[in-house]
Structures are given as structure tokens and as C-alpha cells.
């Protein structure tokens, strides 16, 4: 069973500073990584997507990927209170669909 | 207009009734899917079809079906429908090259 972890959160962060959200992964064969965000009652949204180690940045957002480790992360920069919503991450292994973690939700405080 | 769009939006139905909910797509994609989300247990994957002829089961087909009519439509149906199916279903779509999959509004469905 391929497994995607996100820790559910709430994670609260005060407005303009730096939110860090992590995934890891059970399938060493992935090769593509996403994030989404979705807010209350809404469809996700893609806001990422990385498929090389190292670092991706795209305006306040920067994707992180480490395959050793199994890792990714999306770091929110300068964080308003309009990011709150839940981030998803998803990976791909393959020629099939992604699969989901569960979500973490993001709290940013005025 | 939408380029993916699910009807109905909202619908409540009667325990044991038969229930379709409907997705279509303007985006020229391949691949669609059908997925639930409840709280707490994130978006689960029911059916997915990669071109008109192919039809797969998901994490969590049982209790329901699907029909590819054509490549902008795939239909979700619940043959008897139960109270556990209440959830917020989405419909997505992906190409075959970049697997970003778009999401569709959402049909909230309540079962009673």
C-alpha cells in the first residue's frame, strides 16, 4: 500500500512568517510530487508541482524534495491570513493516479 | 465556463435509491477520475479511467460504478445508495503527460 504522511495539523502561524509543511512518502519508485491547496468546502488547487531534488520556487512558495529521505516540504513565505486553508501533498509512482496525503491545516493569524 | 463541471452540486437522496453524478470536462484530458473526501480521511480514490475504453477500481470502489461516454464525460453512479456515502465527491481530470490533475467543483451528497 503506497502511503502518503502529513501531519493533520492545525498548524498556526503568526502573519508574515514562514510556514513549513512536510510529507514523506512510502514509495521509493515516486516521481512526482504535488501540493494542493484546498479551502473549506472547495475543490484542491495545485500550487506546486517538483520532480528533481533540491528546491523549487514559485513567488512566496518553495517546494523542497529529498528522495533519500523520502521527503517533501512547501515553505509559505510571508504567510496571510488568505493562505489558511488545508495543503494536500501527492505524489506519483508510475503510470498511476496520485496518491493523497490527508492533509495538514494551516492557521495564519493576523 | 468551468472547465470542469460536476452536476448536481448538492444532493440529497433516500437510503437505498439509485444516484448518478455526472462530470464533464472541456480540457481535451485522457484521464478522469472519481474521488470522496470525508473529515479527517482525506480524498479517496474510487474509479479511474484513462481513456474511453479503460476502466480501474480504486482504493475504494464497492458500492459503486462508473461509465466513460466519452472522453469529455465519466459518469459516477451509486446503485444503492447507504448513509456512509454521504460525502463531498470531486470528479478531476489529468493529460497523459504531466499527470496535474484539475479538480472539479464538488457534489456534496447527503444520504438519509
Known amino acids: 500500500q503506497k502511503e502518503v504522511e502529513q501531519n493533520s495539523g492545525p498548524l498556526s502561524v503568526p502573519e508574515g512568517a514562514i510556514a513549513s509543511l512536510n510529507c514523506t512518502y512510502s514509495?521509493?519508485?515516486?516521481?512526482?510530487f504535488f501540493w494542493y491547496r484546498q479551502y473549506s468546502g472547495k475543490s484542491p488547487e495545485l500550487i506546486m508541482f517538483?520532480?528533481?531534488?533540491g528546491d523549487k520556487e514559485d513567488g512566496r512558495f518553495t517546494a523542497q524534495l529529498n528522495k533519500a529521505s523520502q521527503y517533501v516540504s512547501l515553505l509559505i513565505r510571508d504567510s496571510q491570513p488568505s493562505d489558511s486553508a488545508t495543503y494536500l501533498c501527492?505524489?506519483?509512482?508510475?503510470?498511476?493516479?496520485?496518491?493523497f496525503g490527508k492533509g495538514t491545516r494551516l492557521s495564519v493569524i493576523a | 465556463d468551468a472547465d470542469v463541471t460536476q452536476t448536481p452540486r448538492n444532493r440529497i437522496t433516500k437510503t437505498g435509491k439509485r444516484i448518478m453524478l455526472e462530470c464533464s470536462q472541456t480540457?481535451?484530458?485522457?484521464?478522469m477520475y472519481w474521488y470522496r473526501q470525508d473529515p479527517g480521511l482525506g480524498l479517496r480514490l474510487i474509479y479511474y479511467s484513462f481513456d474511453v475504453k479503460d476502466i480501474n477500481k480504486g482504493e475504494i470502489s464497492d458500492g459503486y460504478s462508473v461509465s466513460r461516454q466519452a472522453q469529455a464525460k465519466f459518469s459516477l453512479s451509486l446503485e444503492s445508495a447507504i448513509p456512509n456515502q454521504t460525502a463531498l465527491y470531486f470528479c478531476?481530470?489529468?493529460?497523459?503527460?504531466?499527470?496535474?490533475?484539475?479538480f472539479g467543483p464538488g457534489t456534496r451528497l447527503t444520504v438519509t
Open positions: 517538483i520532480y528533481s531534488n
Open positions: 480540457k481535451g484530458h485522457d484521464r
Open positions: 514509495d521509493r519508485g515516486s516521481q512526482s
Open positions: 501527492a505524489v506519483r509512482a508510475g503510470n498511476t493516479p496520485l496518491v
Open positions: 478531476a481530470t489529468s493529460d497523459l503527460d504531466s499527470y496535474e490533475q484539475y
